[in-house]
């Protein structure tokens, strides 16, 4: 059963009476063919106009959305022969961030993201894509390995940020997330990282200074929640929207201001609406993007990912 946003209620009013209409279509002698087909074309543009111009508010709603893709599902849709590798060697097995090797098309790659999961059980098992020092430190070993056997990384950010626990406190969360961000940024080999929902805070940033930051359409990028920004500024999380607004979450705002390189389209009505849709979409933007990257040198790469990141800020 399809989950709507609040901004959604026409669109669902609409659907629901066209599938209501198509239910009742074999039990009546009345031909409703005509009828579902004009509200069709109906909710079908107001699908598209709502989402034509959605707020940062509505944007960071759809990012969130229950049913848009996730990591397993990028997986399962996009690349192949995915091999996981777990645990950082130290501590435990992380399951909020997964990784492991796997090819796109013809190209070897490694590959790390966030899993959310997707239901009850899932969600507590991936603790809401909220990474773990442990996590963290087996995106580095796997950063390190690329590195070791000359594999692009690829990475796929969707988090509302890193756990906030004490457990993770105390066994170096700030200290994981520091060091995940460097290996980053001392990778000798490409490194393309896409926001494929929410990119929440360092959680997002320790897996995201890449050679090239895409964004899906709909998706959203800051240093913290609306909902935290409103509770700081305003003392209440009811002008989370407000928040947004003003703290430039969306793709469009960031590409402007240069802290992303590409923004991905999304199927009409979102990327949770068709998966393979945006599966597809996210794979010609990576295979463009490894094409012009394996053609430099590991002196270039870091050269280039440096200029990037010095750049941000300079007006």
């Not at 790659?109 to 020092?133: A, Q």
């Not at 199927?267 to 068709?274: I, L, S, T």
């Amino acid at each position: 059963m399809t989950v709507y946003l609040d901004f959604e209620k026409p669109i669902a009013a609409l659907e629901a009476r066209i599938q209501e209409l198509e239910d009742t279509a074999g039990e009546t002698e009345i031909d409703a063919t005509s009828e579902i087909g004009k509200l069709r074309v109906k909710a079908d543009k107001l699908l598209a106009d709502t989402y034509a111009k959605l707020t940062p508010w509505q944007k960071t709603q759809v990012a969130r959305h229950p049913e848009r893709p996730h990591f397993k599902h990028f997986v399962a849709n996009l690349f192949d022969d995915f091999l996981p590798l777990a645990g950082d060697r130290a501590f435990a097995d992380d399951q909020a961030i997964l990784g492991g090797l796997a090819r796109l098309g013809d190209r070897r790659v490694v590959l790390i993201g966030h899993e959310k999961g997707d239901d009850t059980e899932s969600r507590l098992r991936h603790n809401f894509g909220m990474g773990k020092p442990e996590g963290y430190r087996k995106a580095i070993r796997l950063m390190e390995l690329a590195d070791r056997f000359g594999l692009p990384v690829i990475s796929l950010v969707d988090t509302s940020g890193a756990f906030p626990g004490v457990q993770a406190e105390e066994r170096g969360q700030a200290e994981a997330i520091a060091r995940s961000t460097e290996k980053c940024l001392q990778l000798g080999v490409p490194m393309i990282s896409c926001i494929v929902g929410e990119g929440g805070s360092g959680g997002a940033v320790a897996l995201a200074a890449a050679d090239r930051v895409m964004m899906f359409e709909h998706a959203v990028y800051a240093v913290i929640s609306p909902e935290g920004c409103a509770s700081i500024l305003w003392r209440t999380n009811d002008r989370a929207a407000d928040a947004a607004q003003a703290m430039k979450v969306t793709a469009a705002d960031l590409k402007s201001l240069g802290v992303i390189d590409l923004i991905v389209p999304e199927p009409v009505g979102g990327a949770h609406r068709d998966h393979a849709a945006a599966c597809a979409n996210l794979g010609k933007a990576l295979s463009k993007a490894l094409g012009e990257l394996e053609k430099l040198g590991s002196k270039e790469v870091r050269q280039q990912r440096h200029a990037k990141f010095l750049k941000m800020g300079q007006f």
